[in-house]
C-alpha cells in the first residue's frame, strides 16, 4: 500500500454510503478480550468527528508522507509503517473487534477506567470499516490516583470518581486489511515488539553465518538485544539486495575495500575472504553494504550513503516507442 492507496481507503469518512457509525472498545489489563463502551448517543456525533479530524490531520495531510514496510524501518523520518512482521497480540485485536457482536458492555461494577490500558475505535460506513489502536496515557484517566477536587458551585470539592478524556491521538490503523503504523515511537515501547524485532534479527543473523562472510560473528549475535541495531539487522534478511542478487562473497569484499567511505574502516581475516567486525562502525558499514546503502552516482561520480532507495520500473524500449508513436 502506497500513500495514495492509503488516502483512498480512507475517503469514504467524509463521503459516506450511509450512516457513518463509531464504536469503541477498552482493553483491560489482565482481560484478553475488549470491552465495548457504551456511550451516549448524542454524544457520538462529536466523538466521531473527532477522530475523522484527527485522520485527516495526521495521515492524508501528510502530503510529503511515504509507507514502507515495517521491515525496512530505519531513521528516515515522514514515513508511516506497514505491518509485515510477526502480529504482537494486542494488534491482533484490532482485527478481532470489527465486526464482532459478542463482546461485552464495559462493567462498571467489575471493571475501572483506571484499567483501560488502550482502545480501539472502529469507524465504519455500509461499505467500509477501520479500526484504530490508541494508547491510553496516564493522564487520560482522572483519578487514578492523588487528592482530586473540583468545582462545585463557588467551593472545591474533593472528587472521588474517575474520568477516562479521550484525545484524537491514536499509533495504529486497520484499513483494507493492512495494519499501518503511525506512531513508530510509540509501538517500539509496547506490544513486545521489542521481542518481535529480536527475532526477526536473529534470522537475518542466520542469513549472515550461512554466507560464511564474518570470521567473528559473535561480535554481531552480542547486538542484537540493541534495538536500534537490531532493527537494522532486521532488514537483512527480508529485504537485502545483496543477499537476493546473490553477490558473491569476493565482490562484497572488493566493494568495501574500494569505497571511501569504508575502505579504511573495514578489517578482514588473514586471507581477507571474510571481515572481522572488531568496532561497531565497522558493524554498522557492514549492514549498510549488504543493505546496498553505498551508492554511486553514474551522472556526477559522487558518492552517497543513502537509506530511501525507491525502486524504479524500466521499461522495454519497445513499449516506450509504442506509446509515444
Not at 474533593?158 to 484525545?167: A, K
Not at 524500449?317 to 509504442?322: K, P, Q, V
Request: aromatic letters at 8%; glycine letters at 4%; a negative charge.
Amino acid at each position: 500500500m502506497n500513500k495514495l492507496e492509503l488516502n483512498n481507503a480512507l475517503g469514504f469518512l467524509n463521503a459516506p454510503q450511509g450512516e457513518l457509525q463509531i464504536m469503541l472498545y477498552a482493553n483491560i489489563e489482565g482481560i484478553e478480550e475488549p470491552r465495548k463502551l457504551d456511550i451516549k448517543g448524542e454524544d457520538l456525533p462529536e466523538l466521531r468527528q473527532l477522530f475523522v479530524n484527527a485522520i485527516q490531520l495526521f495521515i492524508i495531510a501528510k502530503e510529503d508522507y511515504s509507507v514502507l514496510p515495517l521491515s525496512t524501518a530505519d531513521e528516515r523520518g515522514k514515513c508511516f509503517y506497514q505491518y509485515d512482521l510477526e502480529l504482537p497480540d494486542e494488534l491482533q485485536l484490532l482485527e478481532s473487534t470489527i465486526g464482532n457482536d459478542n463482546l461485552q458492555n464495559f462493567n462498571f461494577n467489575a471493571n475501572q477506567l483506571s484499567g483501560i490500558d488502550s482502545l480501539i475505535i472502529v469507524l465504519a460506513d455500509d461499505d467500509n470499516e477501520i479500526a484504530l489502536f490508541k494508547r491510553v496515557s496516564p493522564v487520560e484517566v482522572v483519578g487514578r490516583g492523588g487528592f482530586m477536587l473540583w468545582k462545585s458551585n463557588q467551593r472545591l470539592e474533593r472528587f472521588d470518581d474517575q474520568l477516562l478524556r479521550i484525545s484524537p491521538k491514536f499509533q495504529v490503523i486497520r484499513v483494507n486489511d493492512e495494519i499501518i503504523i503511525i506512531d513508530l515511537g510509540a509501538i517500539e515501547k509496547s506490544f513486545g515488539f521489542n521481542d518481535v524485532i529480536t527475532r526477526e534479527a536473529t534470522i537475518s543473523l542466520d542469513v549472515i553465518r550461512n554466507m560464511q562472510l564474518v570470521s567473528n560473528i559473535a561480535s554481531l549475535e552480542e547486538l542484537v538485544s540493541d534495538l536500534s541495531f537490531a532493527r537494522k539487522l532486521t532488514k537483512v534478511a527480508r529485504n537485502s539486495p545483496v543477499i537476493k542478487h546473490n553477490i558473491p562473497n569476493a565482490n562484497i569484499i572488493a566493494f568495501s575495500k574500494s569505497h571511501p567511505l569504508t575502505k579504511k574502516k573495514m578489517r578482514y581475516n588473514a586471507d581477507e575472504t571474510q571481515f572481522n567486525l572488531d568496532t561497531r562502525v565497522s558493524k554498522d558499514l557492514f549492514i549498510k553494504i549488504l543493505n546496498d546503502d553505498l551508492l554511486t552516482s553514474e551522472l556526477t561520480k559522487l558518492y552517497y550513503d543513502s537509506l530511501a532507495k525507491d525502486g524504479i520500473e524500466i521499461e522495454e524500449e519497445a513499449n516506450i516507442e509504442n506509446n509515444e508513436e
